[in-house]
């Protein structure tokens, strides 16, 4: 029997703010324990918030990035339970007036374009962080509390469940994070926590109008993570229903890496069980329109968009401009190196898609370290271009950039490297090459042709590396011709 999977994120962003959502404590990653904290953010008797503007008007920004519907009117709630880090025992929230509604996101599934939609976004603060010790979070001895976190905003950005597969949830997750990263309100590092995902799923019969329970998987901390979580977790809901035993009750369950499996929390409470109602302390937020289309108008262009001009404007296949712009370093980096360079930009990819993402990928760096500038990009292709120095050089000449960030131009100068260009010079290594090789070329001209590879080879080398190989090729071709003839 056919099973249908059905996922929807919850996906949650710390905004980049200096200070937190309602105090002026700092947002800093890292600092010693316990310093970044004052009585609103402590939650102690007395102490009034005061909202963060900044921390709306990133909300705001998200939410035109995401086609959302922004309210003209917002407020905070207060999401009412009792857990250590969360020191006021309220966490506020938007619970009945989101800052976004109505949004999607527009992702490439399997060769399609489908809008996901983003039925809201709202903005609400991040509690404080336990450290478990012992065994993990399930069965920890015991736990230490940090409140340097406490408070900082936090936009959650939820999905429809409209993604049926683990890969399409993990596609939507890069290509959120990117669209993010465009927009410049989130650090974005999954790994510090700063971009973080909880994953609804459920498993239907195909066809069955009905959704099934859902499970809400928490603690994937990577891309790579929510993928194998939601693997896991489908394979073990298929298998119930195969059993005839479905789930009955929503639950909760941690992804656990060690293990490679997702186990059971706690069963879900219901939204009604928070006691959700408007805090008295902050007023309502009112978004005038000129607000929005002040920040409408201050939009970078969006991947998306930015993808299809890379089709149309500069001629690229659909798989470099996706690539290229699914990084905005990347695309920046694209753009001005093509601005610099008088060839196609066709070129200036496969460079960049090429040898340069070969590189980073080995020393494990990210786009924005790369000692290459778009100008010593477009540089190597002018000397190639020219003639310069042929194909295999240019890699080099390259590798040395990546390295040590000199200009192209100065290392083929300092080298030596500049390609022989001259019939004479080559005529003469050719003809002292087919002297000292009689076999391959007795093997070529009785019609081996592959033994001129082989000539080739001796001649570059004769050269070090440095010769124009069309040429090598051609006069190669020429000198056997003439000998056969003969
Ligand atoms: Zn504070």
Redesign the pocket.
């Known amino acids: 029997m056919a099973y249908e999977i059905v996922i929807g994120l919850e996906v949650h962003v710390e905004l980049k703010t200096e200070?937190?959502l309602?105090?002026?404590?700092s947002t800093k990653f890292n600092a010693e324990v316990n310093t970044?904290?004052?009585?609103?953010?402590?939650g102690l008797p007395g102490a009034l918030p005061v909202l963060n503007k900044k921390a709306v008007e990133l909300s705001i920004i998200t939410g035109l990035a995401l086609n959302c519907e922004i309210a003209e009117h917002c407020q905070f709630d207060r999401k009412q339970y009792f857990y250590p880090d969360l020191p006021k025992g309220y966490q506020l929230t938007q619970f009945y007036h989101p800052i976004g509604r109505e949004g999607w996101l527009e992702v490439n599934l399997a060769g399609k374009n489908r809008k996901i939609g983003i039925p809201r976004i709202h903005l609400e603060e991040e509690a404080g962080r336990s450290y478990h010790a012992g065994k993990g979070i399930i069965d920890a001895e015991y736990s230490l509390l940090d409140y340097n976190r406490?408070?900082i905003p936090l936009l959650e950005i939820v999905t429809a469940p409209e993604l049926h597969s683990p890969q399409e949830a993990k596609k939507f997750m890069e290509c959120l994070k990117t669209t993010l990263e465009y927009i410049d309100v989130s650090d974005c590092k999954m790994a510090e926590g700063s971009l973080r995902c909880d994953a609804n799923i459920s498993v239907r019969h195909r066809g069955d109008l009905q959704l099934g329970k859902r499970v809400e998987i928490k603690n994937m901390n990577s891309f790579r993570a929510l993928e194998a979580a939601l693997e896991d977790e489908a394979k073990r809901q298929v298998s119930l229903l195969q059993q005839g035993t479905p789930l009955q009750r929503e639950e909760s369950r941690a992804w656990v890496e060690e293990k490679g499996r997702t186990l059971f929390m706690r069963f879900k409470e219901e939204p009604h069980e928070y006691r959700y109602f408007p805090d008295p302390d902050l007023l309502p937020i009112e978004i005038a329109d000129h607000w929005i289309q002040d920040l409408r108008s201050q939009l970078p262009e969006l991947p998306q968009i930015k993808r299809q001009r890379y089709l149309r404007e500069y001629e690229l296949p659909a798989y470099d401009g996706e690539l290229l712009s699914s990084s905005k370093q990347m695309a920046d980096f694209f753009e001005l190196a093509v601005q610099a360079y008088d060839g196609e930009p066709k070129k200036v990819s496969n460079w960049i898609l090429g040898e340069l993402a070969r590189l980073i990928n080995l020393e494990k760096i990210e786009f924005g370290q790369v000692k290459v500038t778009p100008g010593a990009l477009a540089q190597l292709l002018t000397l190639l271009d020219q003639k310069v120095i042929n194909g295999k050089i240019a890699k080099m000449v390259f590798e040395e950039t990546f390295y040590t960030g000199k200009k192209p131009e100065a290392i083929v100068a300092e080298k030596d490297l500049e390609q022989v260009s001259d019939p004479k010079v080559i005529k003469e290594i050719v003809a002292r090459t087919i002297a000292a090789h009689p076999l391959p070329v007795r093997d070529y001209l009785r019609g081996k042709k592959k033994a001129l590879g082989f000539l080739v080879g001796q001649v570059m080398a004769e050269t070090k590396g440095k010769a124009n190989p069309e040429m090598v090729r051609d006069l190669l071709d020429e000198e056997l011709s003439f000998l056969s003839r003969s």
Do not use: T, Y
Request: net charge positive.
């Open positions: 200070s937190k309602c105090c002026g404590c970044l904290v004052c009585p609103v953010c402590l406490s408070s």
